[in-house]
Structure formats: C-alpha cells, structure tokens
C-alpha cells in the first residue's frame, strides 16, 4: 500500500486501524516496556495513537514515526499540544514535551537522525505493511534497538489470508522475524474474530490477536 491510497484514507476518514483509546494490550502488557523505566521509546507508524500519550507519561522520551502529514497535525491538533517544527530534508520533526514524531518514511529515517532506544512499540505497523515492505521494515527496526531493547509487538493472524491491510502474520513469520536477533515469547493469544466486524465482511472466518515479547540481544 503507497502512500497515496494511506493518505486518502487519513482524508476520507477510513481509519478504522485508530483505536479511540489506550489499546488494552499496551496496559495488560506494560511490564515488557516499562520495568525498569524506559528512557526511550520507538512508536513506528504511530498514527495518532493515543497510546503515545500513555507512553509519554511512563518514559523519559517517546519517538513516533508517521507517513501521512495528516496524521501528525491531527494528533497535534487533538491534544493542543504546539510542537516545535524542524525540517530534515525527507522527513518533518514535531516536538513536544517528552514526544517526537518524525513524518515521513520510516525507512528514510536513521539511528544517527534519531538515535537508539532502549524500548519499541509496535501495535499495528508490522501489520499494516505488504510481504515485501516487511523484508525491508524488519532489519531497519533492529538499527535502532540497543542491545537488551525490549519490544512489544501485536500482530493478526487470519485465515483466509485475502491481502490488506491489515496483512495477516503468522508465529512462524514473527519468529523468523525476530528470532536471530534474541529472544522472543508469545504473551497473549487472543481470538478477535467477534470484535472484527470488517474482516469478516472481507470473508475472515478465524482471526487471533497475538502478543509477543522480544528482548534484543546484548
């Protein structure tokens, strides 16, 4: 998916990918990211997601990194939050308080750029991108993990796999994903076929939520 088909979803409101509050994964999971206390946390593709607020209050700093413009003046906007703007050739930097967000292409953006964290977050970005997308997306994210980084990452995994977005990603693909560079757990494994509602008009007829937990080697 191009940037132009994410951007006429952000202006035609089809965002049903936004989740109006904190996600519930993020709070029944919050040890992996904050024990102990993060200094830094990487929010990939963060959309306008209120979980960085939450974040912003139990870190020292957050980063998100967002395509679509209009997201991050939403995000902004909704939270009256003013921002000091700085340009960086491909990418924006907004920044307030203890937050950055970077707009642009994540894969444009560098560890020298924005440094290195010692935690990440990843609700819905691994998910949102196609087969090859995810070839590219997977060591980039690993560039700017330090060694003992936590990651929380929530895929789906549905059957039949009909395309996306969301994309479905099976255990064996996320173990292949993130198993050479440490160590991975499946923490929650939760069926979401009943909440679903527009997968399954896209013919889904099984659909699990999966958490995982994945420590970066030291």
Not at 60 to 67: I, K, M, Q, S, T
């Amino acid at each position: 998916m191009h940037y132009s088909d994410w951007a006429s979803r952000w202006e035609d409101d089809r965002i049903g990918f936004h989740v109006p509050e904190v996600n519930p994964r993020l709070i029944r999971h919050q040890e992996v990211l904050l024990n102990p206390r993060p200094q830094r946390v990487l929010v990939p593709l963060c959309g306008k997601s209120l979980d960085l607020l939450w974040l912003m209050e139990r870190a020292d700093e957050v980063v998100g990194v967002e395509l679509i413009p209009k997201a991050v003046h939403d995000f902004f906007e909704d939270h009256t939050l003013s921002p000091e703007v700085e340009n960086l050739g491909a990418l924006q930097r907004f920044q307030a308080h203890n937050l950055t967000i970077y707009q642009g292409d994540f894969l444009a953006l560098t560890p020298e750029q924005a440094g290195t964290f010692d935690a990440a977050y990843d609700r819905a970005s691994y998910i949102a991108l196609d087969p090859q997308e995810r070839e590219d997306y997977r060591p980039h994210l690993m560039r700017f993990l330090c060694p003992g980084a936590r990651l929380l990452l929530v895929t789906l995994d549905y059957l039949p796999r009909t395309g996306g977005p969301p994309y479905s990603v099976g255990e064996e693909e996320v173990r292949n994903f993130l198993g050479p560079y440490g160590t991975l757990k499946e923490i929650e494994h939760h069926d979401a076929l009943p909440e679903s509602t527009n997968l399954q008009k896209r013919g889904i007829t099984s659909i699990f939520e999966n958490t995982y937990r994945f420590v970066r080697n030291p």
